[in-house]
């Protein structure tokens, strides 16, 4: 018996799945949720092996969510937003399925899923998911990250610096730094470009923090915090920053 979890806030897509579900004994829904922090824990809860999973949800999206989770399951995603699910993730989710779907269309996707099963490694693929720019608009106004066993949304307009730390990217803010396992190219792709620049292979910097530029020695030079922290620029990030100010 496989264990699935349908993510949707439409009651009535929810409704739709579990219908269509009834078809496939071998399949249990083991938890229906209605947003993105509910479908987190019920992952973490249920572990379940299939994620019907929405993309456009209150309070984090669906992309968001899967972020959160350590070890992620297959996932069929089930949106009214094809530009989402088709450009961002066709190559990673198990399938997408565009409403209003089918009985059929549905069917085939199990299938699919079902194929596909003993071949998927999630780890690979949450990977992928992560290194693929979602591109969407909350992208760019806010970051969801984990800390510790709560969710937090942390407004891009809070953020000082972001800085490279191993496999994951530290967020600074005025009120404290946070962990994401993403990387810099991510961010800067994914960030407003006239907001953040990335000064240094390890560093990108929110301007809105900077409140000047420092020379060192051998025409080298460092950005100055409104914290007070000390930023330093390569030659090719020097350069951007003049550029993006119109220096």
């Not at 953020?159 to 191993?166: H, N, R, T």
Request: a negative charge; one cysteine or more; glycine letters at 4%.
């Amino acid at each position: 018996m496989s264990k699935c979890l349908i993510i949707d806030d439409e009651p009535l897509a929810r409704s739709i799945v579990a219908e269509y579900l009834q078809n496939h004994p071998d399949i249990e829904v083991a938890q229906e949720c209605g947003d993105g922090f509910e479908g987190v824990k019920a992952i973490m809860q249920h572990q379940p092996d299939l994620v019907f999973l929405d993309v456009q949800m209150p309070k984090i999206n669906g992309f968001e969510m899967l972020e959160l989770v350590e070890h992620a399951p297959s996932v069929i995603f089930t949106t009214a937003f094809d530009e989402y699910a088709i450009k961002a993730f066709e190559a990673n989710a198990v399938d997408y399925l565009l409403k209003p779907f089918s009985r059929a269309r549905f069917d085939a996707a199990l299938q699919k899923w079902q194929e596909k099963r003993k071949s998927i490694v999630p780890e690979a693929k949450l990977q992928q998911l992560e290194e693929t720019p979602a591109k969407q608009p909350e992208e760019q106004v806010r970051i969801v990250v984990k800390a510790g066993n709560n969710i937090r949304i942390i407004p891009v307009a809070d953020v000082q610096y972001l800085e490279a730390y191993d496999d994951y990217v530290k967020i600074h803010t005025k009120d404290g730094t946070f962990l994401k396992k993403k990387t810099m190219g991510y961010y800067e792709q994914t960030l407003n470009p006239s907001q953040f620049v990335r000064v240094h292979r390890s560093f990108i910097l929110a301007l809105s923090s900077l409140t000047r530029i420092e020379p060192l020695e051998k025409d080298t030079h460092v950005a100055l915090l409104k914290s007070g922290i000390r930023i330093p620029l390569s030659k090719s990030g020097y350069t951007k920053l003049r550029s993006v100010l119109g220096l």
